[in-house]
C-alpha cells in the first residue's frame, strides 16, 4: 500500500496543485470596493477617455498582493493563546458597479467576446493550416492535443466571465466586501466637504446590493484618500497637502493623499502595464450605469509617473495592515465566541439537535436568510478563517453549518459551503494518499450537484431562477473537473464536464465543456486517443451550431487523424465531408477539393444516391478550382495530390502519369474502381474492365465526354441489388 501510496502521489504534478491553491485564495481573497463620488466619478470618467488616464481602483490593483507581513492574528475564542502568522494577504479591489452579481446572458456575451479570436476568427485559417491535418499521424495529433490543452486559456477564460457573473450573492461571505477606500478629489472647497463627500460615500456603499438585500454584515472597515490629480489644474499639490493636514485634525486622522498623473510629458515611466490590472466589469447595465468601458487602450497610464505608484503601493500596504487585517481578526474573534457559546460542547449541541425540529416548520429559505442568522454568521467565521490561511477552523465551520441548511432547506447555501469544503480539501491534503483526496472532492462536488437540483425544484420559478440555477451548476461542474485535473485524476475529469453540457442551454457553453472533456483523456497515461476523438466530434457539432467555425474545423482536425489511424471508415467519411463545407465556405477552394476527395474514397459504405451527392460536390469544388487557378500554376505534385480517387483510366496510360482534373466520372459503388485507385496510387495502371463483361450489372455511369463505361457486378446476386466496394 505504501508502494501505491508513492505512485500515486508521485504522479500529481504539485505545479498543477500549487497553480490550483493560488487560483482559489485569490478568488476567496478579501473584498474591497473603492468609491468616489458622482460628480467626481463623471468627471474622472471624461478625463480618463481623453487622456488615458486609469481608473481608481485600476490604481491599486496592480499591488493587490502585500508581501512580508509576518503579522500575528489571534482569532481563535475557543484558545485565545492559539496565534497565526499572516505572511502575505491578496486584496480583490472592487469599483462598486463591479461588485454586482450579473446575469447569463451578461456571463453569455462577455465569455464570447473573451474567446472571440480563437473560436470565430477564420482569418488565421489557410490552406496550409485546413489541409495538415490530412497527412498528420495519431502521434503527432496527440502530441498537439496535450500542448493545446495545457496552452489555450479559452476554457479559463470563459468560465472565468460565468464564474464572475455569479459572484456577490447572498450567500457566499467570502464575496462579501470587507471595507471600502473611500476617493475625494482634493478639488473640493474646504475640509468640510471632504468630511461630508466621506460621509456620503459611507451611505453609498451601503447602498449595494448585497447590502440592500441583508445578506451582508454592514460593519465594515474604511480608508480615506484625498486624490489630488496633477492635469486635473483644480488645485496645486502644496494646496492639496495642505487640505489634508486640515482633514487630519478635523476627524479623518488616517486620511492619505494619492497623486495622479504627475508624469506631464506621458513618457510611460511608471514601468506598470495598466491594462493587465484593469477591472472588467460583467453586468453590462452596471457598466453602462457606471459608464465604465471595457476596451484596453495602449497608451492607458502614460501620465502615472514613478511616485505616482509609489505612494499607491505604500497605501495599499499601509491600509491592509493598519485597517483591514485588524478589521478581519476582531470580526473573526467575535464570530468565534458567539460559535463556542451557543454551538460547540455537549450541552449546546444538545439543544441545537433538540431545538431544531421545532424551528424547521419556520425554517428559512435561501433567500430569507441573512447576515444576522446563526449559520449566516457561522458560514462568515469559516470564509473568514479561509481568507487568513486557518483552513481546519474554516473546513470545521463549514460541516457545522451543514445540519442547518438540511434542516431548513436552504439547498443554495448547502451547495456552496460542500464547495467551499472541497477547497480547503485539496488546499490541505494534496500531499497525502491521492485516492482518499479524490474520494472527498467526489463526495463534496457530488453532494453539492445534488443540492443544486433540489434548488432547481423548489427554489423558485421563473426563466431567472432557472438561468441562475443553470450558471451556479456549469459553476460546481467545472470546479470539480478542475479540481480533479490539478491532482491528476484526468481520466475521472470528463465525467462533470459531459453531464454539465447536457443541462446548459448555450451551444458555445456546451462546445467548450465537451472540448475540456476530450483534452481530459488524451492527458492520461497511456492516452484515451478513441475517446478523445469522439468528445471532439460531438465538440464540434455544437460549435458548429453555434456558429463558431473556427472552433469547429479545429475540433474536426484533432479527431481525423485517430479517425484515419484506426481505420473508422464511417468516421474518416464525415470528417472530411464536414471539413471539406467548413473550409470551403470561408473561401479555401483546395483545401476543400482536398477534402472532398478524401471522402469519396471512403464513401463506398454509403448508397448510391449519397454517393452520387460527395461526387457532385467534388466535381464542383473541382471545377472552381480550375478556374480560380490557371493551369500554369498547377504543378505536377499539385495535380496528382487533387486527382479524384474514383477514376477510369484511359488504355494506353503509361506508368506513372499523371491524371488531370478533367477526367471525372460519376461512380456507383462498385469495387472494382476502388482498386483501380489503389492501382493508380501504387503507379501502376491495368487496362480497363471489358465491355459486357460476365457479370455485369448493367450500363455504367458516363464520361463528360460521352463514352460509356462498364462495371462489374458481384457474380450471382438478386436484381436490383448492387454490390458495394470495400477498403481494404
Not at 458560514?379 to 453549518?401: E, H, I, P, Q, S
Not at 483534452?519 to 460531438?538: D, G, N, Q, T
Request: net charge positive.
Amino acid at each position: 500500500s505504501s508502494r501505491a501510496r508513492a505512485s500515486s502521489i508521485a504522479r500529481m504534478d504539485p505545479r498543477d496543485v500549487a497553480a490550483y491553491i493560488e487560483r482559489q485564495r485569490a478568488r476567496r481573497a478579501p473584498c474591497v470596493v473603492v468609491l468616489t463620488p458622482d460628480d467626481d466619478a463623471r468627471a474622472r470618467e471624461s478625463l480618463s477617455a481623453a487622456l488615458d488616464v486609469p481608473r481608481l481602483v485600476d490604481v491599486l490593483r496592480p499591488f493587490r498582493v502585500v508581501d512580508d507581513l509576518n503579522v500575528v492574528v489571534r482569532a481563535d475564542a475557543e484558545n485565545p493563546q492559539r496565534a497565526l502568522s499572516v505572511r502575505a494577504l491578496e486584496v480583490r479591489f472592487k469599483s462598486d458597479s463591479g461588485a454586482t452579481s450579473a446575469t447569463r446572458d451578461d456571463a453569455e456575451a462577455r465569455g464570447r467576446d473573451a474567446v472571440a479570436s480563437e473560436c470565430f476568427d477564420v482569418s488565421t485559417m489557410t490552406d496550409d493550416t485546413c489541409g495538415r491535418v490530412r497527412r498528420e499521424t495519431g502521434d503527432a495529433c496527440v502530441r498537439r492535443a496535450r500542448t493545446e490543452a495545457e496552452t489555450s486559456g479559452r476554457f479559463e477564460k470563459f468560465f472565468d466571465a460565468n464564474e464572475r457573473a455569479t459572484a456577490f450573492n447572498e450567500c457566499e461571505a467570502f464575496d462579501h466586501a470587507l471595507g471600502a477606500i473611500l476617493c475625494v478629489r482634493a478639488g473640493k472647497s474646504s475640509y468640510e466637504d471632504v468630511l461630508q463627500s466621506f460621509e456620503d460615500l459611507k451611505q453609498q456603499f451601503l447602498r449595494l446590493p448585497v447590502f440592500a438585500t441583508g445578506g451582508a454584515d454592514p460593519e465594515t472597515c474604511f480608508g480615506k484618500v484625498l486624490v489630488w490629480d496633477a492635469r486635473d489644474g483644480a488645485t496645486t499639490k502644496e494646496e492639496a497637502e495642505a487640505l489634508l493636514q486640515r482633514v487630519r485634525q478635523t476627524g479623518a486622522w488616517d486620511c492619505e493623499l494619492l497623486t495622479l498623473n504627475s508624469d506631464l510629458e506621458g513618457t510611460c515611466a511608471s514601468g506598470v502595464d495598466w491594462n493587465e490590472h484593469r477591472e472588467t466589469v460583467i453586468s453590462r447595465a452596471a457598466a453602462e450605469r457606471a459608464g465604465v468601458a471595457n476596451e484596453a487602450s495602449k497608451t492607458m497610464g502614460r501620465y502615472m509617473s514613478l511616485e505616482d505608484v509609489d505612494r499607491a503601493k505604500t497605501y495599499v500596504r499601509v491600509f491592509v495592515t493598519k485597517t483591514l487585517l485588524p478589521h478581519m481578526e476582531r470580526k473573526l474573534f467575535a464570530l468565534s465566541t458567539q460559535i463556542y457559546n451557543t454551538r460547540k460542547g455537549l450541552r449546546n449541541q444538545f439543544k441545537t439537535f433538540w431545538g431544531r425540529s421545532t424551528a424547521t416548520a419556520t425554517a428559512h429559505r435561501d433567500g430569507e436568510q441573512g447576515h444576522r442568522s446563526p449559520e449566516g454568521q457561522i458560514r462568515l467565521a469559516g470564509d473568514l478563517a479561509f481568507m487568513l490561511g486557518d483552513y481546519d477552523t474554516a473546513l470545521a465551520n463549514f460541516k457545522l453549518v451543514h445540519s442547518d441548511y438540511k434542516s431548513q432547506s436552504a439547498w443554495k447555501r448547502l451547495a456552496s459551503s460542500y464547495e467551499a469544503m472541497a477547497h480547503v480539501y485539496v488546499t490541505t491534503r494534496h500531499l497525502r494518499n491521492k485516492a482518499d483526496l479524490k474520494k472527498d472532492i467526489n463526495h463534496a462536488y457530488d453532494s453539492a450537484m445534488t443540492s443544486l437540483l433540489k434548488y432547481e425544484t423548489i427554489g423558485g420559478v421563473g426563466d431567472l431562477h432557472l438561468a441562475h440555477v443553470e450558471m451556479l451548476k456549469a459553476r460546481s461542474a467545472v470546479e470539480h473537473a478542475t479540481a480533479l485535473t490539478a491532482i491528476g485524476a484526468y481520466r475521472e475529469a470528463h465525467a462533470p464536464l459531459v453531464s454539465a453540457s447536457a443541462f446548459v442551454h448555450s451551444d458555445l457553453r456546451a462546445a467548450l465543456l465537451l472540448e475540456r472533456a476530450a483534452f481530459a483523456f488524451v492527458r492520461c497515461h497511456p492516452p484515451m486517443v478513441r475517446k478523445f476523438a469522439s468528445y471532439m466530434i460531438l465538440a464540434g457539432a455544437r460549435y458548429v451550431r453555434a456558429g463558431a467555425i473556427a472552433a469547429a474545423t479545429r475540433c474536426y482536425s484533432f479527431a481525423l487523424p485517430v479517425s484515419n489511424e484506426y481505420g473508422w471508415s464511417a468516421a474518416v467519411e464525415h470528417l472530411n465531408t464536414t471539413l471539406g463545407r467548413r473550409v470551403a465556405n470561408i473561401g479555401h477552394t483546395k483545401a476543400a477539393l482536398e477534402f472532398f476527395r478524401d471522402a469519396v474514397g471512403c464513401a463506398a459504405y454509403l448508397p448510391a444516391d449519397a454517393q452520387t451527392v460527395r461526387i457532385d460536390a467534388l466535381e464542383e469544388f473541382a471545377a472552381k478550382y480550375a478556374s480560380e487557378v490557371p493551369a500554369e500554376q498547377r504543378d505536377a505534385k499539385g495535380a496528382k495530390k487533387l486527382a479524384p480517387t474514383h477514376v477510369i483510366v484511359p488504355e494506353g496510360t503509361e506508368k506513372g502519369q499523371l491524371i488531370g482534373l478533367d477526367v471525372l466520372v460519376r461512380v456507383r459503388t462498385e469495387s472494382w474502381l476502388i482498386k483501380r485507385c489503389r492501382a493508380l496510387d501504387a503507379g501502376t495502371v491495368a487496362p480497363p474492365p471489358r465491355e459486357g463483361g460476365e457479370g455485369a450489372a448493367g450500363p455504367g455511369p458516363r464520361l463528360r465526354g460521352g463514352e460509356g463505361v462498364e462495371a462489374r457486378g458481384g457474380g450471382n446476386r438478386a436484381p436490383g441489388r448492387e454490390r458495394r466496394g470495400r477498403l481494404g
